[in-house]
């Protein structure tokens, strides 16, 4: 079995999924452009986050985070069982979401509810139990794409699994072109004013896209995992010891994923009582999302595998040295990603957002969420580091209990500053439960001894690339004072981005590398790799 490169793995993964949040924002500024933070956006944005919160619950969550660290010992030992391990795993999750998506469609107005009971007695909430009901089918799709992108990622074979959700936002995309295209038709507006039947018309394009985007991306990885050698099939589930022993270990990462989801059930439940908050949220967890999606989702989705191996393999020492560059290199792109939606996210949001249905207003409100939200980000990124620490030695309980108590946090801050700071109580919520949950799985972690342990290179880089992050922040908002006039001007505000975004990135990587930070030629080689 080849070893598993994690720096290009990292990159490939990276890469890809720069691609797709790319995608995303063009689908998000098509969104805002035609929806704004309205009714339909409101509506749709929970009926999408829906299938989305179980597919973290079921699929990257309780039962990757279980089957991943199984299979690829597997892999390691060169255990024939490999492929029909990966059969059975298939077949029961088959089995078992297939009931659920029509079960989650029965009781979609009791799920609405639970997301955003502020919802009950207006508009949103029919429209969201009808998108709700279109989109879920997409769990079922979703998930099955997760199990079968964790056998190639297990293989060391990236490209597929990173590329797949490329095609979801293309799908998107697609969906508004025609929802607009249909909605601006008079015959088809069903005697509703144009703008409002052009809304329902991107509304409901959307929604049905949702189960299509999901099937897609199965069907691409489906694809890659066969010409790999494992063709896997639909079945009737089979009860064998290795399925009982994934249970067990999946039931307390499932109850962690749980504790998770209920974070999230709470600050859409708080944004839901704010008329335009759900929007605004939505919107900044976009913009956040795409360092942590670029970094620290790659993270978790190289090392994890890696980790499990090299521990299958006693490599002690390894480990330890994947463990450093993994979270070094990490770091190392996060933290002036951090700094710079702290510092400049009015022009992020204003450039990128601001037009059609989407005001000042909006605006304002999203670079503050944006903000709160980039306090936490290191915090949501050295997550996905730590975490492998435990799953690759199949230890899901430890993760479970720390969830609990970053849960208590997130329901006191968020519940209890809510009636004094408003709906941003579920973003810093959100950010204040992260950094706890990090300093729970550091300070678990310190019983795995040497192969959890920082090396002397990563305690000395960290202080110089938050050093370097400083600087550039302090930079970067000069240059945006500097570009004021052309960041307001509607012929010149994507070339003041795109200079501003230049500037800090300049300026970041000439400090860091002068501190040493790092060395550029270590980004070099990396991508020649």
């Known amino acids: 079995m080849k070893p598993i490169k994690l720096v290009q793995g990292f990159l490939t993964v990276g890469l890809w999924t720069l691609l797709s949040r790319v995608f995303g924002f063009v689908r998000d500024i098509m969104i805002a452009a035609y929806l704004g933070t309205g009714p339909v956006a409101e509506a749709f944005f929970i009926a999408f986050s829906l299938p989305n919160m179980f597919r973290r619950f ?100 990236f490209l597929a699994a990173a590329a797949a959700p490329v095609l979801l936002n293309m799908v998107f995309i697609l969906a508004v072109v025609v929802g607009a295209a249909l909605g601006r038709d008079p015959s088809e507006s069903l005697g509703l004013g144009l703008d409002r039947a052009l809304g329902l018309r991107v509304g409901d394009s959307l929604a049905l896209s949702v189960p299509f985007a999901g099937f897609v991306q199965l069907a691409l990885v489906w694809w890659a995992a066969k010409r790999a050698g494992f063709h896997l099939r639909p079945g009737m589930p089979r009860l064998s010891p290795d399925m009982r022993r994934l249970a067990r270990i999946a039931a307390p990462a499932a109850l962690a994923g749980g504790v998770v989801q209920v974070n999230l059930l709470v600050g859409r439940q708080v944004a839901s009582f704010f008329d335009g908050a759900v929007g605004w949220l939505n919107y900044a967890d976009r913009l956040y999302q795409l360092p942590l999606g670029v970094v620290g989702i790659a993270l978790g989705i190289v090392l994890l595998p890696d980790l499990s191996r090299r521990l299958g393999a006693g490599d002690t020492i390894g480990g330890r040295d994947a463990f450093n560059r993994a979270c070094e290199l990490s770091l190392a792109l996060t933290v002036p990603a951090a700094v710079a939606l702290v510092v400049i996210p009015v022009p992020l949001i204003s450039v990128l957002f601001e037009r059609g249905s989407f005001d000042a207003g909006d605006t304002a409100a999203t670079a503050l969420a944006v903000a709160i939200y980039g306090l936490g980000l290191p915090a949501f990124v050295l997550q996905k580091a730590l975490q492998p620490l435990f799953f690759a030695r199949e230890d899901t309980r430890s993760p479970f209990h720390y969830a609990l108590w970053a849960m208590v946090v997130n329901l006191a801050v968020a519940l209890g500053l809510a009636p004094l700071i408003g709906w941003t109580a579920a973003a810093l919520a959100t950010t204040l439960a992260g950094w706890a949950m990090v300093w729970l799985l550091w300070r678990g972690s310190r019983a795995m001894g040497e192969a959890a342990q920082t090396d002397a290179r990563f305690r000395r880089r960290l202080g110089r690339i938050c050093l370097a992050s400083v600087l550039m922040g302090g930079i970067l908002w000069g240059a945006a004072w500097g570009l004021s006039g ?24 000439g400090i860091g590398h002068l501190l040493g930070a790092f060395r550029l030629a270590e980004f070099r080689r990396a991508v020649k790799r």
């Open 58 to 157: 079921f699929a990257e969550g309780a039962f990757n985070m279980a089957f991943v660290p199984m299979f690829s010992k597997k892999l390691e030992r060169e255990d024939e069982d490999a492929l029909a391990f990966a059969q059975q795993a298939f077949a029961g999750m088959a089995f078992l979401l297939t009931l659920f998506s029509v079960l989650g469609i029965l009781l979609m107005p009791l799920l609405v509810t639970a997301m955003a009971s502020g919802f009950r007695g207006d508009e949103r909430f029919e429209l969201a139990v009808s998108y709700g009901r279109l989109a879920f089918p997409y769990i079922l799709f979703i998930s099955l794409a997760a199990l079968v992108s964790g056998v190639l990622n297990a293989t060391g074979r």
């Open 486 to 509: 052309m960041l307001q001007a509607a012929g010149a505000r994507y070339l003041a981005l795109m200079l501003l975004i230049a500037v800090g990135m300049i300026a970041y990587f």
